[in-house]
């Protein structure tokens, strides 16, 4: 039969639109959370991260809201470039002696249009 | 720092031959991951180690996959014999682990198989 590959949600948008990106996370007992970006052909890169115990943390145009009690993320942001364009995954660590051992969602890609 | 390093970046092989994948994670970091990422399945953990010592191999695929740190620099992750299904993307990843918690993943460029 005919193999079906993971349809990731996609997010287009114009440059210099405010993107927002969701994510549902599984494991209750996860404390530890985090944003990557990855560009074709590379690895995932680091963009921001957050512990169960705030609701939001900012960095530079990005912005990470997290949830508890829906098991919700998400990634804000601004000002979007096309520089942007990228697979965007969230990750989420489970709490204890965990060795840093992250489980991904399947992840979405964002378009930005020029 | 030079970051992750992977080897080889490509590789093309043909069923039922071996194929090993090199690591060198980031200087000073003590936990070491191996992922594979494919359309179907996406980013899947399948081993890691702290400290040198595997913690965890519940993701390996079979017994065909193996992998080794047999120092803090440098780590392989072996197929024999390889298949058609394996072609993938795999990642290699490191990060300084303490007993706060674990900082955060960085990743390789991935090395790409293509198993004919």
């Known amino acids: 039969g005919e193999s079906v590959g993971l349809h990731l949600p996609t997010l287009s948008v114009q440059e210099g639109d405010n993107s927002i990106i969701n994510c549902a996370y599984s494991?209750?007992?996860?404390?530890?959370f985090i944003w990557y970006k990855q560009e074709s052909g590379k690895g995932p890169q680091f963009i921001i991260d957050?512990?169960?115990?705030?609701d939001k943390r900012q960095g530079q145009r990005v912005t990470v809201l997290l949830n508890k009690t829906v098991k919700h993320l998400s990634l804000q942001i601004a000002a979007t470039q096309p520089g942007d364009s990228a697979v965007y995954f969230c990750?989420?660590?489970?709490?204890?002696?965990?060795?840093?051992?992250?489980?991904f969602g399947q992840g979405t890609i964002l378009t930005v249009h020029p | 720092d030079a970051g992750v390093i992977q080897s080889p970046r490509h590789e093309v092989t043909e069923m039922g031959q071996e194929v090993t994948l090199r690591c060198k994670p980031i200087?000073?970091?003590?936990?070491l991951f191996w992922y594979r990422q494919t359309m179907m399945r996406g980013l899947e953990l399948l081993i890691y180690?702290?400290?040198?010592?595997?913690?965890?191999d519940s993701g390996m695929p079979e017994d065909r996959f193996s992998a080794k740190m047999p120092n803090a620099s440098f780590s392989t992750l072996k197929i024999q014999p390889s298949e058609p299904r394996d072609s993938a993307v795999y990642f290699c990843?490191?990060?300084?682990?303490?007993?706060?918690?674990?900082?955060?993943?960085?990743f390789g460029a991935g090395s790409r198989l293509t198993v004919l």
């Open positions: 990843a490191s990060s300084l682990t303490s007993w706060a918690g674990a900082n955060v993943l960085t």
């Open positions: 494991n209750s007992a996860s404390d530890y």
């Open positions: 957050i512990r169960s115990n705030m």
């Open positions: 990750a989420e660590m489970p709490g204890g002696t965990s060795y840093g051992k992250l489980t």
């Open positions: 200087s000073g970091h003590n936990s």
């Open positions: 180690f702290n400290n040198n010592v595997p913690i965890d």
